[in-house]
């Protein structure tokens, strides 16, 4: 499912809504950028579809980088924008670049193959908005037999943090506001996962590959899973959360290329999704804390993420075992 609702009323993607990075804020259509002129090989004198184009910026690196042709698909408004920049850069005029506004899955490419797909799919916590499923979509309908997919690798990684003061401020608070109980707003923010960046000093943990996705192999179906996990503590402190982040990856480069949005990686958009607990962790130094995590897209929104986390510590402080729930709205 296309994450757009509507071509009309459909939010601008993430790639719309970029400014200008802050110097200590990685950009990413800069380091897309780097990936294609490195790697001009993968893109000169080929077709290629930019699947959710936003403003049309990737489309514009592949044609500066010698693409023969390259169809940028937005389903959003900003594809009238899109089509406007295209022509105030010269690409229009020499028919470089083709902005077609629609839904993947329901427009038709003037062309039954392209050479390469290329698209910033990734949402917050990977796979918020389900425009994997999009990109799935287009290569199974048009990319060529050995054609290639950028980025084409995606893992998704966890870790614990210390975060008493924000959990206090944001979570607790709620068991009394002005005196009165509001514990019922407490649950509700407990299963929404925050996104936002985590200071590196507050990792407890190492950190744990929980699923790498081949987006040139794997089925839409393979972006559900259940995964183990064993993180053990590097110090002796609390835990108040775990932390999910992931990397990106350009195999296909003359040398491996990609990104980390983990918390000691430079800052991105997609910043860290935060799991907060129930209980607080007292954990010392070797102690592991044990479980799994199931993560499958909503049944009623297929753009939503639904998350089980089951958990255990067996520790000289804490004792525990639980599974909580959350939900990416």
């Known amino acids: 499912m296309n994450p757009c609702a509507t071509p009309e009323t459909a939010p601008m993607p993430l790639t719309s809504l970029m400014?200008?990075?802050?110097p200590t804020t990685t950009s990413i259509p800069t380091l897309t950028s780097n990936v294609i002129y490195q790697n001009k090989f993968l893109i000169k004198d080929k077709v290629v579809l930019d699947v959710g184009a936003g403003t049309g910026i990737l489309s514009l690196f592949c044609a500066k980088a010698g693409a023969?042709?390259?169809?940028?698909?937005?389903?959003?408004?900003?594809?009238?924008?899109?089509?406007?920049?295209?022509?105030?850069?010269?690409?229009?005029d020499v028919?470089?670049?083709t902005v077609l506004k629609g839904k993947i899955e329901e427009i038709e490419l003037p062309t039954p193959k392209v050479d390469v797909i290329i698209s910033e799919w990734m949402g917050y916590f990977l796979l918020f908005e389900n425009m994997l499923d999009s990109v799935l979509y287009a290569r199974n309908?048009?990319?060529?037999?050995g054609g290639v997919v950028l980025p084409d690798k995606a893992s998704l990684f966890l870790t614990a943090i210390e975060d008493s003061e924000y959990k206090e401020d944001k979570i607790e608070f709620w068991n009394s506001v002005y005196g009165f109980d509001m514990s019922c707003i407490k649950k509700k923010a407990m299963m929404e996962p925050l996104v936002d960046t985590v200071d590196p000093k507050q990792?407890?943990?190492d950190s744990k590959l929980l699923k790498t996705m081949n987006i040139s192999k794997m089925s839409s179906g393979d972006a559900s899973f259940t995964a183990p996990f064993k993180l053990v503590a590097q110090r002796n402190d609390y835990i108040h959360a775990l932390v999910a982040y992931f990397d990106v990856s350009?195999?296909?480069c003359h040398k491996l290329l990609g990104f980390s949005t983990g918390p000691k990686s430079r800052a991105t958009h997609w910043k860290q999704t935060v799991m907060y607990l129930e209980d607080v962790l007292t954990i010392c130094e070797g102690e592991t804390i044990t479980g799994s995590m199931s993560v499958s897209y909503n049944k009623k929104n297929a753009r939503d993420v639904?998350?089980?986390l089951s958990y255990s510590l067996d520790?000289?402080?804490?004792k525990i075992s639980r599974t909580q729930h959350y939900k990416m709205r």
């Open 19 to 22: 400014i200008p990075p802050a």
């Open 68 to 92: 023969a042709h390259v169809y940028a698909v937005e389903c959003s408004q900003m594809a009238d924008m899109a089509k406007e920049i295209v022509k105030a850069n010269g690409f229009s």
């Open 95 to 97: 028919i470089l670049i």
């Open 141 to 145: 309908k048009w990319l060529v037999d």
């Open 203 to 205: 990792i407890v943990t």
């Open 250 to 252: 350009f195999t296909m």
């Open 306 to 308: 639904d998350m089980k």
């Open 315 to 318: 520790g000289q402080h804490s």
